[in-house]
């Protein structure tokens, strides 16, 4: 690996913080990389291999990476093809890949909800028993969240009346510092930047081209209004939940 992109430098220097901030040295370190094959996950992907890669950083522990892709089969051969592509990007970046197919309960009313804490448990899982197989020190769940993510949750919860502390947003960990979104502040523009550097190849959610569900909604109809009175307004919200949070921890 020749050179990073600024995202990926910005990326390593966020890995070397957390490496820092374990008070280890020479332990295992397990990162799963949560992967959907939209451009958003594929960027994550090739930039931890991009970051972990380069030959000059400093990282005091080694740290493992592998992919996880669920198959919600909600799209039909959509989704079959989703899975592929994942596994067959993963073989080329030489990244392990451990792809799933869930079954959810009947008559479930939220599928996304249920859908996000069956993914998580199962994220969970496989951290846990590649751990005890490779003796790892620690793991992390990783996911792509980013700016973007962060504006419209805040939206969202400020809409079902969340009061401050749903100013908090999508943070970089999560309170376990399990769950690890090392693009909680990257702005959206910046992942498109560097997935047309890096000629990333992405696919496509066509349900996210409907306003079935409300986030859709918020990101299709709303932001590009913010968007026209605000190009930076994602750091504008971002500074608002720091604010918030802030606030919230005093009362606490």
Same mark, same amino acid.
């Given at each position: 690996?020749?050179?990073?992109?600024?995202?990926?430098?910005?990326?390593?220097?966020?890995?070397?913080?957390?490496?820092?901030?374990?008070?280890?040295?020479?332990?295992?370190?397990?990162?799963?990389?949560?992967?959907?094959?939209?451009?958003?996950?594929?960027?994550?992907?090739?930039?931890?291999?991009?970051?972990?890669?380069?030959?000059?950083?400093?990282?005091?522990?080694?740290?493992?990476?592998?992919?996880?892709?669920?198959?919600?089969?909600?799209?039909?051969?959509?989704?079959?093809?989703?899975?592929?592509?994942?596994?067959?990007?993963?073989?080329?970046?030489?990244?392990?890949?451990?792809?799933?197919?869930?079954?959810?309960?009947?008559?479930?009313?939220?599928?996304?909800?249920?859908?996000?804490?069956?993914?998580?448990?199962?994220?969970?899982?496989?951290?846990?028993?590649?751990?005890?197989?490779?003796?790892?020190?620690?793991?992390?769940?990783?996911?792509?969240?980013?700016?973007? &993510?962060?504006?419209?949750?805040?939206?969202?919860?400020?809409?079902?009346?969340?009061?401050?502390?749903?100013?908090?947003?999508?943070?970089?960990?999560?309170?376990?510092?399990?769950?690890?979104?090392?693009?909680?502040?990257?702005?959206?523009? &910046?992942?498109?930047?560097?997935?047309?550097?890096?000629?990333?190849?992405?696919?496509?959610?066509?349900?996210?081209?409907?306003?079935?569900?409300?986030?859709?909604?918020?990101?299709?109809?709303?932001?590009?209004?913010?968007?026209?009175?605000?190009?930076?307004?994602?750091?504008?919200?971002?500074?608002?939940?720091?604010?918030?949070?802030?606030?919230?921890?005093?009362?606490?």
């Amino acid at each position: 690996m020749l050179a990073l992109s600024k995202l990926e430098f910005q990326l390593l220097n966020t890995l070397i913080r957390l490496d820092e901030s374990l008070n280890t040295m020479h332990s295992t370190i397990l990162f799963n990389i949560q992967v959907s094959g939209g451009k958003d996950s594929m960027c994550l992907l090739h930039s931890f291999h991009a970051a972990l890669n380069f030959k000059k950083h400093p990282l005091k522990n080694r740290f493992i990476v592998v992919a996880q892709h669920f198959n919600h089969g909600m799209r039909n051969k959509e989704s079959q093809e989703d899975a592929r592509f994942v596994e067959t990007s993963c073989l080329k970046l030489g990244v392990p890949i451990y792809s799933q197919k869930l079954v959810y309960p009947p008559k479930k009313k939220n599928f996304q909800n249920c859908a996000r804490d069956i993914r998580k448990q199962e994220a969970l899982k496989l951290c846990q028993r590649l751990a005890c197989e490779l003796d790892c020190t620690k793991y992390f769940v990783v996911t792509a969240h980013h700016a973007r &993510d962060h504006v419209e949750t805040v939206l969202m919860h400020i809409l079902r009346g969340s009061g401050m502390n749903g100013l908090k947003g999508i943070q970089m960990f999560d309170d376990s510092r399990v769950f690890f979104r090392p693009f909680a502040e990257t702005p959206y523009g &910046d992942i498109e930047k560097n997935c047309q550097w890096r000629h990333i190849e992405f696919r496509q959610d066509s349900s996210n081209e409907t306003d079935v569900y409300t986030r859709n909604y918020v990101r299709r109809h709303i932001l590009p209004h913010f968007d026209h009175i605000n190009v930076k307004y994602e750091q504008a919200f971002l500074r608002l939940s720091s604010a918030g949070r802030q606030r919230f921890d005093l009362q606490s």
